[in-house]
């Protein structure tokens, strides 16, 4: 395909199903994950709801990728939860939390700075 350099193209992207509905809803539920404050220095509150009830698992790594806790590890009901992440004895610096979730897993950016 040759298209002159001055010339404007349009093009229309449709959405492609990603796949079932529960991990479109798993997916959904994962952009919802807050973790505050961060940066912490002691305690941070980490939030997150479930459409549905399942196993729900929250580990923290280090950057050398590490495990160096793990938070829940659980099957949850459905609705809002808060885990209470006390870091009293970390070092500073960055860590990550990994939120699992039937297979599918998000991680977000934790600095600790004491």
Known sequence: VNIPANSEINVSIESIPS?????????DE??????????????TN????????????IEVYNLKGQLVEV???ESQNSG?????????????GIYF???????????RKCLVVK
């Open 46 to 57: 980490i939030n997150y709801r479930l459409n549905k009830a399942g196993k729900v698992e």
């Open 71 to 73: 938070l829940v590890k």
């Open 97 to 107: 939390i990994k939120f699992n979730r039937n297979n599918l897993s998000q991680i």
């Open 19 to 27: 796949g079932s509905d529960d991990d479109n809803e798993i997916i």
């Open 30 to 43: 994962m952009n919802r994950i807050q973790i505050f404050p961060n940066p912490v220095n002691s305690k």
């Open 80 to 92: 809002f939860h808060s885990y209470d992440w006390n870091v009293h004895d970390l070092k500073s």
